[in-house]
């Protein structure tokens, strides 16, 4: 959950109650929970415009994710639902 959404799981948590930390070190905190940080990809319809490299694999993976299910969502007719089809595979080749 933390990888993908930002969540500290209850054994991270459990861990710190029982070695007397009273606040969740900042690594644990990402910027987008934060309100002082200042950001860097913007998303606008969808669409990211920013600093690509700065991006973490949540982010691209959300980012891909929505763009395939936009895809998905789209195909109407059994010739898109091929061409996508094969493109996906191509593109994983």
């Known amino acids: 959950m933390f990888e993908f959404k930002g969540i500290s799981c209850r054994h991270l948590l459990a861990y710190l109650r029982h070695s007397n930390h009273v606040e969740l070190p900042k690594q644990y905190i990402l910027p ?21 490299t700065q991006k973490n694999f949540a982010s691209r993976f959300c980012e891909l994710t929505c763009l395939a299910n936009e895809i998905v969502e789209g195909l109407v007719s059994n010739d898109a639902y091929q061409l996508v089809r094969k493109n996906m595979h191509a593109t994983i080749k």
Not at 32 to 52: A, F, M, T, Y
């Open 32 to 52: 987008r929970w934060r309100r002082d940080v200042k950001r860097r990809v913007i998303h606008r319809d969808r669409n990211s415009l920013g600093d690509e």
